[in-house]
């Protein structure tokens, strides 16, 4: 069964400095991965998504992944952190095939200081 | 906007009864998910429709139920309420049964009391 692993269920950073979330995720078949971010009281936005093909994926707002097969990782990055970004971030997964139900990881809530 | 509808945004309801959520899927999508958010579980999927058949099941409770109607909305039917099934409640909804991204509504905000 797959499921997802985020490291860190809270995540400081400065304006303006890298932001790193970390996915690990645990799948027997080749998954397809997303990242997800939820605002305040608002449903969840769909930031990236890796299916096939090239292994860093770029998504909305300046964030980017890279599926790391070796490593079971798919960590989010952005290299400049802004204010609009805290939120919280989800991490999933789901597997090819006829169903898409999501996996979701627990969840990383980014603060970020002016 | 992600183009799903949830109705009612909140409700607050006593326990033991019965309460349904109503979802409205992107225009053009067949597929409607039904996930449920609480801080103990996280998120949780828990059942799938496809072009009004269903799809998928996940840790969903005997006491919830679901449909898909030809106009492809959905309903989510919570009964017998406890303390515990208070939680938001998402619907989200893709263009087809697999792994294409799936669009989130605002979700429903259950509280029973």
């Known amino acids: 069964a797959q499921s997802v692993t985020q490291l860190g269920s809270h995540v400081s950073v400065s304006e303006g400095a890298l932001v790193l979330l970390r996915c690990n995720y645990s799948s027997s078949v080749p998954p397809y991965l997303f990242w997800y971010v939820q605002y305040p009281n608002q449903g969840l936005q769909l930031l990236l998504k890796?299916?096939?093909?090239?292994?860093l994926v770029k998504g909305i707002n300046g964030f980017e992944a890279e599926f790391k097969k070796s490593e079971t990782s798919f960590h989010l990055t952005k290299p400049s952190a802004h204010m609009s970004d805290a939120a919280e971030y989800f991490c999933a997964v789901t597997l090819s095939g006829n169903t898409g139900k999501l996996i979701f990881g627990q969840g990383t809530t980014l603060q970020v200081k002016p | 906007d992600s183009g799903v509808t949830q109705t009612p945004k909140h409700l607050i309801t006593a326990t033991g009864q019965r309460v349904t959520l109503r979802c409205s899927p992107r225009s053009g999508d067949l597929s409607v998910y039904w996930y449920q958010q609480s801080l103990d579980q996280g998120l949780q999927f828990l059942i799938q429709?496809?072009?009004?058949?269903?799809?998928a099941k996940g840790n969903i409770l005997e006491r919830f139920s679901a449909q898909q109607f030809p106009d492809l909305h959905s309903e989510l039917n919570l009964s017998s309420l406890e303390l515990g099934d208070s939680a938001l409640y998402f619907c989200a909804s893709s263009v087809d049964a697999g792994t294409y991204e799936q669009y989130f509504g605002p979700g429903t905000r259950l509280t029973v009391t």
């Open positions: 429709y496809y072009n009004g058949e269903e799809r």
């Open positions: 890796y299916t096939t093909g090239a292994t």
